[in-house]
């Protein structure tokens, strides 16, 4: 079975440009998650999606944006860029995004801002 | 809010010997797991070995096991015979039960390097 697929792997943009990155889960996964990894602040949750609907969200500005489709793929969207953004994005897929389920990672989008 | 703490930013240790990482963990949930990922150099995080709230016997995955002590909310990692290989950022996560879906909440990583 293959893994979570992410696109594109790298990623240089300018500040105030807006950028999508995609996920392509696991067959059989509904549950997307992304999360965002910089050396200083770690990895944070930005978002869950499953069935085309976000369910959970963690404390990032409405610059930061997803959505699913019905394949279960999913993009996240980040506008207006700033340099802060400068980080590797990843996402997961589980089964259905339940406490039990174990989350598969992807090998990130690393996105670099100027 | 749940909060994971993993306090030794690096380790080393040599080949075929044991090295212990630990992690502590704040929560008011009584249904939740908790897992140990590894991230090597490709940066593919990769699930070592998780672990139900529920179950009191320690998982154990092939070198590596778990010491998990829920009412200290301490889950450290145990890896035996440690092989080149496990050189990584080893990080910690949480994952709570009710509407936490698809959250895992992680600690800040040890940098794990294993020495010929």
């Known amino acids: 079975k293959a893994g979570v697929t992410q696109t594109p792997r790298y990623l240089i943009k300018t500040r105030g440009q807006q950028v999508t990155l995609s996920c392509s889960p696991i067959?059989?996964?509904?549950?997307v998650s992304w999360y965002q990894q910089t050396p200083g602040q770690g990895l944070q949750f930005l978002f869950e999606?499953?069935?085309?609907?976000?369910?959970n969200k963690g404390n990032f500005p409405g610059r930061f944006s997803g959505r699913q489709f019905s394949n279960s793929r999913s993009e996240m969207n980040v506008s207006t860029l700033e340099l802060g953004d400068s980080a590797l994005y990843l996402c997961?897929?589980?089964?259905?995004?339940?406490?039990?389920?174990?989350?598969?990672f992807g090998p990130g989008t690393r996105l670099t801002v100027l | 809010a749940q909060t994971v703490t993993q306090s030794q930013p690096e380790m080393s240790v040599q080949e075929a010997e044991t090295v212990t990482l630990s992690c502590t963990y704040d929560?008011?949930?009584?249904?939740?797991?908790l897992f140990w990922y590894k991230q090597p150099p490709s940066r593919q995080m990769i699930l070592v070995i998780r672990?139900?709230?529920?179950?009191?016997q320690n998982a154990t995955e092939n070198r590596f096991s778990v010491n998990f002590q829920k009412a200290a909310k301490s889950f450290s990692l145990k890896i035996s015979d440690s092989q080149l290989g496990d050189t990584a950022m080893y990080f910690c996560?949480?994952?709570?039960?009710?509407?936490?879906?698809?959250?895992?909440?992680f600690g800040q990583g040890t940098i794990l390097t294993v020495h010929p």
């Open positions: 996560a949480f994952r709570a039960g009710g509407t936490s879906y698809g959250k895992l909440t």
């Open positions: 999606y499953f069935s085309e609907t976000q369910r």
């Open positions: 997961a897929s589980s089964w259905d995004g339940q406490v039990k389920d174990t989350q598969y």
């Open positions: 672990q139900e709230a529920y179950k009191q």
């Open positions: 929560t008011s949930e009584n249904n939740y797991y």
């Open positions: 067959s059989g996964h509904r549950s």
